[in-house]
């Protein structure tokens, strides 16, 4: 048998619904579909998507528009030093007055001391600026960021400071530090009185922030 459509029938544009009769021969297709349960998808990844390993319970990576990537909650801080006199110029290691926190993204700052929250590598920068030099010390000055693991020293050695009333230190550098490792600010002069004082607000300073 030859069905035959004709020219007319090409041509046609629109259909009228109504004219339409007859089923659709196909058990296949049912009138209503079934609602999908997350509860019944199986096969997905546990860990979500494949390489990332996740247990946030916040929003811990957000992306503009312009694909500017920002981790608020990723730890970091920086300090600066409140005033104290009489610290050192005696040999007395001293450990930076670091109190006046200018931001401790997740209170890992305390007690003059930064703790590791988690494994990982820290950029750890600091810088201290000391005063009152009339101390007459003769064997240099130290300046130390100590972690756990170890510690970053600058020393200048100098034979006499009776005609130097300032004088300053700083660095920076990729610390590996594991979970619950501290790392804080010390530093010392020998040779003289104690009558060496560092100086306050960000002369004196430490920064920090978890980059892997």
């Known amino acids: 048998m030859t069905t ?5 029938m090409r041509e046609t544009t629109a259909l009228d619904a109504s004219k339409l009769t007859g089923t659709i021969p196909d058990a296949r297709f049912p009138s209503v579909l079934p609602a ?28 503009s528009a312009d694909e500017e990537v920002q981790m608020p909650l990723q730890p970091c801080f920086q300090v ?12 007395t290691h001293h450990t930076a007055n670091l109190t006046q926190e200018v931001f401790d993204v997740g209170g890992n700052f305390a007690a003059k001391t930064f ?10 920068s600091a810088c201290i600026t ?14 130390e960021v100590k972690t756990s693991n170890r510690s970053y020293v600058q020393y200048q050695e100098q034979t006499n400071y009776a005609a130097r009333d300032m004088g300053s230190f700083s660095l920076c ?11 804080y600010m010390t530093w010392h002069i020998s040779g003289g009185t104690k009558t060496a004082d560092h100086a306050a607000g960000y002369y004196t300073m430490m920064s920090g922030i978890l980059i892997a």
Do not use: C, E, R
């Open 4 to 8: 035959k459509i004709s020219d007319s």
């Open 36 to 63: 999908i349960s997350g509860a019944d998808l199986t096969n997905l990844p546990a860990g979500g998507v494949d390489g990332i390993t996740s247990s946030a319970n916040a929003t811990a990576i957000t992306i």
């Open 80 to 91: 600066t030093a409140a005033a104290q006199t009489d610290q050192t110029g005696d040999g």
């Open 115 to 124: 703790t590791a929250p988690v494994t990982g590598k820290y950029i750890l």
């Open 130 to 143: 000391w005063v009152a030099g009339q101390w007459g010390a003769t064997d240099g000055v130290w300046f």
């Open 173 to 183: 550098h990729v610390a590996d530090m594991d979970a619950s490792d501290t790392a």
